[in-house]
């Protein structure tokens, strides 16, 4: 499997959508996010072709959505994805910065394959990169080991690229926000899953 694992990263918050984008770039995967569920539909063909592939004609290995989004939460969109026969097989992960049980119990009844806590980890990142690895039957112990070793030579790349220093003045609380160790630093909260829901 030559190319990088695409993950379709759904927030109508433009800060996240970029730490998203981030962790999941430094993990070795394609990035294509987007402001809204509808956006997402449109992106998948949902508004009216039949197609698991986007625009761009990449094939979508993940869907990754906040759940409260102006229009159409990310409950709705993972309605419709699950009610669709083309993208039906798609995992789908929930992301929020609230902990509401029952919110949650009815997004694992729907289908996603995870709820995740905002914010959101490189290690959460990791774990969704393994399991789309898992999911896909072409994909022997041998190619997982290639991807890893290219993840790791391109994460030792960047950290060589940081080590620079950098002017205090161009240094933002922006920057820092954007960076993925402010996002990794927190282990607290654990994803629930269909796995380690109660019931």
């Keep these: 499997m030559a190319q990088e694992l695409h993950v379709l990263a759904v927030d109508d918050s433009h800060v996240d959508?970029?730490?998203?984008e981030r962790l999941l770039k430094i993990s070795c995967c394609k990035v294509t996010a987007v402001e809204s569920g509808t956006r997402a539909l449109q992106y998948l063909g949902l508004d009216g072709e039949k197609s698991s592939m986007g625009i761009d004609g990449?094939?979508?290995?993940?869907?990754?959505?906040?759940?409260?989004?102006p229009g159409m939460t990310g409950y709705e969109l993972l309605k419709k994805i699950k009610e669709s026969s083309a993208l039906s097989k798609i995992p789908v992960v929930i992301m929020s910065s609230e902990k509401i049980l029952p919110r949650i119990d009815r997004c694992l009844e729907e289908g996603a394959e995870e709820f995740l806590l905002k914010p959101v980890k490189l290690s959460d990142v990791?774990?969704?990169r393994d399991f789309i690895l898992r999911g896909e039957g072409d994909v022997d112990?041998?190619?997982e080991e290639k991807i890893n070793e290219v993840c790791s030579r391109k994460r030792k790349f960047q950290d060589d690229s940081t080590t620079q220093p950098m002017p205090s003045s161009l240094g933002t609380?922006?920057?820092?926000?954007?960076?993925?160790?402010?996002?990794v630093s927190s282990e607290s909260q654990q994803p629930l899953s269909k796995q380690s829901k109660i019931g």
């Design 141 to 143: 112990k041998e190619t």
């Design 173 to 183: 609380a922006r920057d820092i926000e954007l960076s993925p160790e402010s996002s």
């Design 58 to 69: 990449l094939k979508v290995n993940l869907i990754l959505t906040d759940y409260s989004m």
């Design 126 to 128: 990791k774990r969704l």
């Design 17 to 20: 959508r970029k730490v998203i």
